[in-house]
């Protein structure tokens, strides 16, 4: 198999020393699995949240994401072992419906985002943090 290099490679790397899938770390970060492909492949850019979503996935820093993107190293959380330990994998699966809508919304403007989600107000499901699960 070919070396990845730039923000795939660094993903991959960390994804590898997490012990997930591409599957687990969509869906940790909040996003679908092909949105997750599209990014590591330079198809889509991805949202600031979108971005945000996957740093906490891989547990990088903040900004790690624009570093790895640069072809840095972006550093580990300082306590990433006691975060990685703290997830709860026993929480219920999400609904699929919401989780397509929220998709959706990854791909629109943090402006047009941020309406939304003011205009949904308390009908968002319990756990769903401006687009996505609060963790």
């Known amino acids: 198999m070919p070396e990845l290099s ?3 490679g660094a993903m ?10 591409w599957r ?3 869906e940790q970060a909040g996003i679908s699995y092909e949105t997750l492909r599209a ?9 600031d949240l979108t ?17 790895a993107e640069a072809g840095g190293d972006p550093a580990v959380v300082a306590d990433a072992p006691a975060v990685a330990a703290a997830e709860a994998p026993s929480e ?10 929220l998709t959706i919304l ?5 402006s047009v985002q941020a309406e939304v989600f003011q205009r949904l107000g308390k009908r968002l499901p319990p756990g769903v943090q401006h687009g996505r699960k609060a963790s």
Do not use: C, M, Y
Not at 12 to 21: C, Y
Not at 39 to 47: D, F, L, P
């Open 51 to 67: 971005r945000r979503g996957l740093e906490r996935a891989l547990l990088w820093e903040t900004g790690g994401f624009e570093i």
């Open 39 to 47: 990014i590591r492949k330079g198809e889509q850019a991805g949202s």
């Open 6 to 8: 730039g923000l795939d």
């Open 12 to 21: 991959d790397k960390r994804r590898q020393a997490r012990g997930l899938t």
């Open 106 to 110: 990854d791909g629109l403007p943090a």
């Open 92 to 101: 219920p699966p999400s609904d699929p419906q919401v989780e397509a809508i």
């Open 24 to 26: 687990q770390v969509a």
